[in-house]
């Protein structure tokens, strides 16, 4: 077991690689990933599987879990190898543009998903870690401290990247030196996790695939609370990318104005989670996860109302983010935590990314069908344009309000 003072230098150098992985995600993720693969010439079909990529590569990380972690004993060890394996060689996926082929966005598609593979892998691994250096009475204050030092980050890092994407063109070069700079403190993520403090080894495997089945066997509140999040999830998730595609594709914002967008969502976050966590620990973090939630839910009845007018994205994307990365992605995640088995963390953690991505998985699946199924729809009423977008965005809505009462119907045992 770590020592209070261990455990203090260990929850200060979370921050810091919070802060480094931030700089990584944000010059090689979100909407400029999203941009790269239009850039590359994905189609609609192909952006939904670019969209479902991630939430497949955690519903099958469970068997490579049980097949490569069975034997580990070191959580340190099995992060700093999974993170060397990912986050310094992103840049790579740019280089997939210079195949002269029609192969080349399946071939970058394929590299990405062997990344999302292995940062599946070691998402389980790390959220475990944190809760041997965070006490459960802090997980609130804690959480939402790191989150605004990394949002804050964020926002700084993502308005950055995408003004060097329109300044160095939009092409090739730009998307490469991006992508390098992001890759540059993938190894320093690296780096900070090497100085990161460990329970000392011990005989304990990391991973014992026998408790899988358990975990789902046992009328926990884990177990209810994983089914009807899950059923709320993929029905956010039909959603798809295609927000991201419309602002691209229909609105013509440049990387400039989609970083300004990430910002203002950043800050939110920023401001608001350490409110939040607060909140939960105070209140409950079930108690606030259902408001969160509900208020969530309606709020993307504004995608399909969205308009390119930035008077409306700007504050728009702000209660998006106040609600639904500050609220209900904190809160969501120290509940997670509280309700975990003790027997079975490390396991529980992988079953629930598992179960919850494969419902990330077909929410966005059937998005791509659904925007082929609308692409001939196309009609206007008063300011807008009704289209494919807005259809999928609309079955999205209607599936979540759904979804949505059947989760405020949960009852749960324990008491946060």
């Given at each position: 077991?770590?020592?209070e003072?261990q455990?203090?230098?260990?929850?200060?150098?979370?921050?810091?690689?919070?802060?480094?992985?931030?700089?990584?995600?944000?010059?090689?993720?979100?909407?400029y990933?999203?941009?790269?693969?239009?850039?590359?010439?994905?189609?609609?079909?192909?952006?939904?599987?670019?969209?479902?990529?991630?939430?497949?590569?955690?519903v099958?990380?469970?068997?490579?879990?049980?097949?490569?972690?069975?034997?580990?004993?070191?959580?340190?060890?099995?992060?700093?190898?999974?993170?060397?394996?990912?986050?310094?060689l992103?840049?790579?996926?740019?280089l997939?543009?210079?195949?002269?082929?029609?192969?080349?966005?399946?071939?970058?598609?394929?590299?990405?998903?062997?990344?999302?593979?292995?940062s599946?892998?070691?998402?389980?691994?790390?959220?475990?870690?944190?809760?041997?250096?965070?006490?459960?009475?802090?997980?609130?204050?804690?959480?939402?401290?790191?989150?605004?030092?990394?949002?804050?980050?964020?926002?700084?890092?993502?308005?950055?990247?995408?003004?060097?994407?329109?300044?160095?063109?939009?092409?090739?070069w730009?998307?490469?030196?991006?992508?390098?700079?992001?890759?540059?403190?993938?190894?320093?993520?690296?780096?900070?996790?090497?100085?990161?403090?460990?329970?000392?080894?011990?005989?304990?495997?990391?991973?014992?695939y026998?408790?899988?089945?358990?975990l789902?066997?046992?009328?926990?509140?884990?177990?209810?609370?994983?089914?009807?999040?899950?059923?709320?999830?993929f029905?956010m998730?039909?959603?798809g990318?295609?927000?991201?595609?419309?602002?691209?594709?229909?609105?013509?914002?440049?990387?400039?104005?989609?970083?300004?967008?990430?910002?203002?969502?950043?800050?939110?976050?920023?401001?608001?989670?350490?409110?939040?966590?607060?909140?939960?620990?105070?209140?409950?973090?079930?108690?606030?996860?259902?408001?969160?939630?509900?208020?969530?839910?309606?709020?993307?009845?504004?995608?399909?109302?969205?308009?390119?007018?930035i008077?409306?994205?700007?504050?728009?994307?702000?209660?998006?983010?106040?609600?639904?990365?500050?609220?209900?992605g904190?809160?969501?995640?120290?509940?997670?935590?509280?309700?975990?088995?003790t027997?079975?963390?490390?396991?529980?953690?992988?079953?629930?990314?598992?179960?919850?991505?494969?419902?990330a998985?077909?929410?966005?699946?059937?998005?791509?069908?659904?925007?082929?199924?609308?692409?001939?729809?196309?009609?206007?009423?008063?300011?807008?344009?009704?289209?494919?977008?807005?259809?999928?965005?609309m079955?999205?809505?209607?599936?979540?309000?759904?979804?949505?009462?059947?989760?405020?119907?949960l009852?749960?045992?324990?008491?946060?």
């Amino acid at each position: 077991m770590l020592n209070e003072t261990q455990k203090s230098h260990a929850r200060k150098i979370s921050i810091i690689e919070g802060c480094v992985s931030t700089v990584w995600s944000s010059f090689t993720g979100g909407n400029y990933l999203t941009g790269l693969f239009i850039w590359l010439g994905a189609g609609p079909l192909l952006i939904s599987l670019y969209g479902a990529s991630g939430p497949l590569s955690n519903v099958i990380q469970p068997f490579f879990l049980a097949i490569l972690g069975r034997n580990v004993t070191n959580k340190k060890k099995f992060i700093i190898i999974s993170v060397a394996l990912f986050k310094p060689l992103f840049f790579v996926l740019v280089l997939g543009s210079l195949i002269n082929s029609g192969l080349k966005v399946w071939i970058a598609l394929t590299i990405l998903f062997f990344f999302q593979i292995i940062s599946s892998m070691a998402g389980p691994v790390w959220t475990r870690w944190m809760t041997d250096i965070v006490d459960r009475e802090i997980y609130g204050r804690y959480f939402g401290f790191r989150n605004l030092i990394t949002q804050i980050v964020a926002a700084a890092s993502t308005l950055l990247a995408g003004w060097l994407l329109d300044l160095w063109g939009k092409g090739f070069w730009a998307f490469l030196l991006v992508f390098l700079i992001g890759s540059f403190f993938g190894l320093l993520d690296v780096f900070t996790f090497i100085h990161q403090d460990d329970e000392p080894l011990s005989n304990i495997k990391l991973i014992n695939y026998h408790i899988f089945s358990d975990l789902l066997k046992m009328p926990t509140d884990y177990r209810k609370y994983m089914i009807s999040i899950t059923i709320w999830i993929f029905a956010m998730n039909i959603f798809g990318p295609y927000a991201t595609v419309m602002m691209i594709s229909k609105f013509k914002y440049d990387y400039a104005i989609l970083g300004l967008l990430s910002v203002v969502s950043s800050l939110a976050v920023a401001i608001f989670q350490p409110i939040f966590g607060k909140l939960g620990d105070k209140f409950g973090n079930f108690k606030i996860l259902r408001y969160t939630l509900i208020i969530q839910t309606i709020l993307n009845v504004g995608w399909i109302l969205a308009v390119p007018n930035i008077y409306y994205m700007i504050p728009f994307q702000l209660v998006l983010g106040i609600i639904g990365t500050a609220g209900t992605g904190l809160i969501s995640s120290n509940f997670l935590m509280e309700i975990v088995p003790t027997f079975g963390k490390t396991e529980a953690f992988v079953v629930y990314a598992s179960i919850t991505n494969l419902a990330a998985f077909g929410g966005n699946m059937i998005s791509g069908f659904l925007f082929l199924l609308f692409s001939r729809i196309h009609f206007e009423f008063l300011i807008w344009n009704f289209d494919a977008y807005r259809f999928v965005f609309m079955v999205s809505v209607i599936a979540s309000i759904i979804a949505l009462y059947s989760f405020l119907k949960l009852k749960m045992i324990f008491k946060s």
